[in-house]
């Protein structure tokens, strides 16, 4: 069982920023593109944003009602990609979920590994 280990999420102040981390097992992290979900209460669970690596570089995916804001990002040589928030607004209330995909950090990839979720809870 590949275990996927998020950290980072609190309680902030509307406009303030966050930066979620999530760690996997060394080889998970090097073979699979890595996305951020987050689910609300009462919602279904949204791709948040993905990055995929390729011999080209890396390639990165961001949900509408993100872009601008967050950032995501991976240090291959710490197996941990990572999701700066910033201008955080209510609304982006919601557990937010690491996961990994064998194929790419695009939103409907198959993402087949799923961490436990860290809350993140903005205030107005």
């Known amino acids: 069982q590949v275990q996927l280990l998020e950290s980072g999420g609190g309680l902030v102040q509307a406009g303030g920023s966050l930066r979620l981390s999530c760690a996997a097992p060394?080889?998970?992290?090097?073979?699979?593109?890595m996305g951020w979900f987050r689910q609300a209460p009462g919602k279904e669970r949204d791709f948040v944003a993905g990055i995929t690596t390729t011999a080209s570089g890396r390639t990165t995916y961001y949900a509408d009602f993100v872009k601008g804001r967050f950032t995501i990002s991976r240090d291959d040589a710490k197996n941990t990609v990572y999701l700066q928030m910033n201008s955080l607004k209510p609304e982006d209330t919601a557990v937010y979920y690491c996961?990994?995909?064998?194929?790419?950090?695009?939103?409907?990839?198959?993402?087949?590994?799923w961490g436990q979720g860290t809350q993140v809870t903005v205030s107005s």
């Open positions: 060394g080889r998970t992290f090097s073979t699979h593109a």
């Open positions: 996961a990994a995909s064998p194929r790419s950090g695009r939103p409907n990839s198959g993402y087949d590994y």
